[in-house]
């Protein structure tokens, strides 16, 4: 009785985190204001951020940040007012910005992006399928099988990836200019979303999860991300993850010769 009892509340629970919380749903409107970033994008896309993408201040960003990823409130406030100190807002109030504004490039945005192309190779803005779809590749997550580790991108692979489509956006941009504080955007991007999708009884972040969030800019809860039972992660959490990231040794040589010798 008491065993059944606790299935049927385990499958209740089961259902409930694969459903897109109500007044949350996702939906899509190329017409809304939206930025390079997948993360307030996809805040944006649940209604965790304005729909509109339009007009958004601190608190705003604070309460999206916590009820859509189980942040602490506070712990994304740095890159708030970077965007506010970088004066790129045009939504007329100097203490909010649209979206789009996030764009302007050598601000915030900088070169190498994951899943954008550079802004002088045309639109820094939106998702590019072909720079995402070699990313895709190095972080694997079209393979989810055989084993159940298949499923996960671990901190090495990532860092890898990460690694990869710097030196790859190097090369096709011969004005590439991040400059030392914009290099660390990169491995800090990386830090960010895996700590916003760890899983951390896996140790790793879902394949799945990861594409639900660069390739369509949604949060996975049809995937089973469930913001309500996530442990909270704070500051400290984001900042210890891209430790973790740029102590990955990313040269490719030494990378190829530790897998021949199986030792993954
Ligand atoms: C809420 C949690 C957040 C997550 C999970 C997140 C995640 C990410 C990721 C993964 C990228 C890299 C995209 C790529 O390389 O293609 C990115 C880029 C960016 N994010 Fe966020 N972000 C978050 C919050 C914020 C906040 C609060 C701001 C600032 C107001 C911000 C501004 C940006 C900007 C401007 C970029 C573009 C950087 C570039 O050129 O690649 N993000 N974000
Ligand atoms: C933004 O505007 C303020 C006030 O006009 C100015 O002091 C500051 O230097 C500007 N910041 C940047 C990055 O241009
Ligand atoms: C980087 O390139 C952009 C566009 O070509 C330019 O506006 C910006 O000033 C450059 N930044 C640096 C630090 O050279």
Known sequence: MRLGVLVEVGLLGLAAALKEPKGHEYHWNPKNSRSPCPGLNALANHGYLPRSGLNIDLETLRNAVSAGFNFERTALDGPFNAAIEFNLSTSGNPDTFHLADLAKHDTIEFDGSLSRNDFDLGDDLHFNPAIWHTVAVSLDLYRLGPSEEDKYVTVEVAARARAARV???????????????????????TGLYLT????????????????????????????????????????EDVGAMVTRVKAVDTDASKCKRRSRWGSH
């Open 167 to 189: 030196k790859a956006a190097m090369a096709a941009n011969k004005h590439f200019n991040a400059s030392t504080a914009q290099m660390d955007g990169s491995p800090g991007t």
């Open 196 to 235: 916003t999708l760890w899983d951390d009884v896996a140790g790793a972040a879902p394949k799945k999860w990861i594409r639900a969030l660069f390739e369509e800019d949604r949060i996975p809860f049809r995937e089973g991300y469930n913001p309500a039972i996530r442990k909270q992660k704070t500051l």
